[in-house]
T-cell receptor
Framework: AQSVTQLDSQVPVFEEAPVELRCNYS??????LFWYVQYPNQGLQLLLK??????LVKGINGFEAEFNKSQTSFHLRKPSVHISDTAEYFC??????????????FGSGTQLTVLP | DARVTQTPRHKVTEMGQEVTMRCQPI?????VFWYRQTMMQGLELLAY????????DSGMPKDRFSAEMPDATLATLKIQPSEPRDSAVYFC????????????????FGQGTRLTVV
């Protein structure tokens, strides 16, 4: 079974500062990894995904994440945040070869609040 | 601009009433997910359809919840009778999953139905 741990439930940061949102996963097999963002009263929107290849993945809105297999981590980073980045961020993992329907497992989310 | 459409966006109902939530997946997608989001439990998978067939609904309370896909353009989630503990945001998501090889389960989410049962 796979699981996702987002270590920080709340991350406050000042505008234009860098930010890292942490995500660790557990899985006994190869994985696909995703970061989603949820703005207030909206659905989840895909930020970026790692399927294979380069471990550094670039997404929308200036975000990037690095897949670290030895650390089983997929931390999300942005070098300079804006007020508009205030949202909840979800890390998710899937087993690409699983026959189980529960293929996409979400973490509990991290609320990023960007302060002026 | 392809997107998943959910209706209604908001629903307030009295305990005991039937609630029906609808979802129009993105045209051409063959998988539909229903998720429930609450502060306490986060995102919970309720049901999963592929090619309109229910593959997993083990996350759904069977006595009151039901999920169906009458056709490829419509998925429904019904609660009968509704209870205050069902108050949550219900998300529908769709995706395209290949039948063979690695399954890219990227899910595209609708904006959700915020259900309040009083």
């Amino acid at each position: 079974a796979q699981s996702v741990t987002q270590l920080d439930s709340q991350v406050p940061v000042f505008e234009e500062a860098p930010v890292e949102l942490r995500c660790n996963y557990s899985s006994s097999v190869s994985v696909y990894l995703f970061w989603y963002v949820q703005y207030p009263n909206q659905g989840l929107q895909l930020l970026l995904k790692y399927l294979s290849g380069s471990t550094l993945v670039k997404g929308i809105n200036g975000f990037e994440a690095e897949f670290n297999k030895s650390q089983t981590s997929f931390h999300l980073r942005k070098p300079s945040v804006h007020i508009s980045d205030t949202a909840e961020y979800f890390c998710a993992v899937s087993d690409p070869f699983s026959g189980s329907a529960r293929q996409l497992t979400f973490g509990s989310g991290t609320q990023l609040t960007v302060l002026p | 601009d392809a997107r998943v459409t959910q209706t209604p966006r908001h629903k307030v109902t009295e305990m005991g009433q039937e609630v029906t939530m609808r979802c129009q997946p993105i045209l051409g997608h063959n998988t539909v997910f229903w998720y429930r989001q609450t502060m306490m439990q986060g995102l919970e998978l309720l049901a999963y359809f592929r090619n309109r067939a229910p593959l997993d609904d083990s996350g759904m309370p069977k006595d009151r919840f039901s999920a169906e896909m009458p056709d490829a353009t419509l998925a429904t989630l019904k609660i009968q009778p509704s209870e205050p503990r069902d108050s949550a945001v219900y998300f529908c998501a769709s995706g395209l999953v290949r039948d063979r090889g690695p399954r890219n389960t990227e899910a595209f989410f609708g904006q959700g139905t915020r259900l309040t049962v009083v």
